[in-house]
């Protein structure tokens, strides 16, 4: 069904822009960041996971009124960027974006493994986006636990170093995906995508729209990686 498809744009390094039923937000714009412009786009909020210029940059983002209010609901997760409980990098926001039925987790720069609070709370998202180029964040096996101790059904890699994009310090999301067992590799050829529930002759499930207008439908049971390409 239209009204319930989310669109989601990545944006480089670990910034989203999520557009649903006429209303759009952006999570952790950026500035500074090697091989990418900084952010400027419009939407009507802008949130951040911790106040790093590589997260925080809000000028890169002119609000904009939209009618009716936030279709989103949100939930913050307290965690910290770093394994000292933020004593060398401070706090982080794990942050869930619900609409339409679809939840959304945004780990930020979450830099340390999951307590049982944590990963109870973090648990079952739809699809979630999670750091995986270390030095400031978890590093590829440690993003790996998080995700099999929390089960999105979709998991999208960000903050990480391809190319000439990227901290030169993080590395690639190559040593995420070869820690990460027992789930599907797509990649996408872009950086934009839909997400909807469809079945309405049985149990929902989730539909990713993909560029080239492929679809795929993910049943209750399929776990999935989704490679990105920026959009710049």
Excluded at 38 to 63: I, N, W
Excluded at 144 to 162: G, L, N, Q, S
Excluded at 166 to 181: M, N, Q
Aim: glycine share 14%; with cysteine.
């Amino acid at each position: 069904m239209e009204n319930n498809r989310i669109t989601v744009t990545w944006l480089g390094h670990a910034c989203f822009k999520f557009e649903y039923d006429g209303h759009s937000l952006v999570t952790d714009p950026f500035r500074d960041v090697p091989g990418l412009p900084d952010v400027k786009t419009r939407a009507g909020e802008v949130f951040a996971s911790h106040g790093h210029d590589d997260h925080a940059y809000f000028k890169g983002v002119k609000l904009v009124k939209e009618p009716g209010g936030s279709p989103f609901k949100t939930t913050d997760i307290p965690s910290f960027h770093d394994e000292k409980r933020g004593a060398l990098r401070g706090e982080n926001t794990i942050r869930r974006f619900e609409a339409g039925g679809i939840c959304i987790q945004h780990f930020g720069d979450i830099g340390h493994p999951l307590n049982e609070q944590q990963t109870e709370a973090a648990s079952g998202a739809d699809i979630a986006m999670i750091p995986v180029g270390g030095f400031f964040t978890v590093d590829g096996p440690g993003a790996a636990e998080i995700v099999e101790a929390t089960d999105p059904k979709i998991v999208i890699p960000m903050h990480y170093r391809k190319g000439d994009v990227g901290y030169e310090v993080i590395s690639g999301r190559e040593p995420f995906l070869e820690a990460l067992s027992g789930r599907k590799v797509i990649e996408a050829g872009g950086g934009t995508f839909t997400v909807s529930l469809s079945g309405e002759n049985g149990p929902e499930k989730l539909e990713l729209g993909l560029p080239g207008g492929k679809t795929v439908i993910v049943n209750e049971d399929d776990r999935y990686v989704l490679l990105l390409e920026i959009e710049k």
